[in-house]
């Protein structure tokens, strides 16, 4: 789902790009599951990110972000 979805912005490695680092200590939302969750599932329209909850449903939402959570930086 990160492959097909959020690699555009966050890169293959999720180094960053056109959206933040995930790999790293620095999280502007926050790195906890839920955070991550929340962002996903809002998205970050100021900056661009799609609300991605109504286009992937919960629970692939929540695969997202446990990817992102345990291959990233995620606190």
């Known amino acids: 789902i990160y492959m097909t979805n959020c690699i555009g912005c966050h890169g293959p490695e999720l180094k960053g790009g056109i959206g933040p680092n995930l790999t790293d200590g620095e999280w502007i939302h926050g790195g906890s599951i839920e955070s ?35 291959a990233g930086g995620g606190q």
Do not use: C, D, F, R
């Open 36 to 70: 991550i969750t929340k962002v996903i599932t809002e998205g970050v329209p100021e900056k661009g990110m799609l609300t991605w909850g109504p286009i992937l449903g919960p629970e692939k939402v929540a695969q997202v972000a446990a990817y992102i959570h345990a």
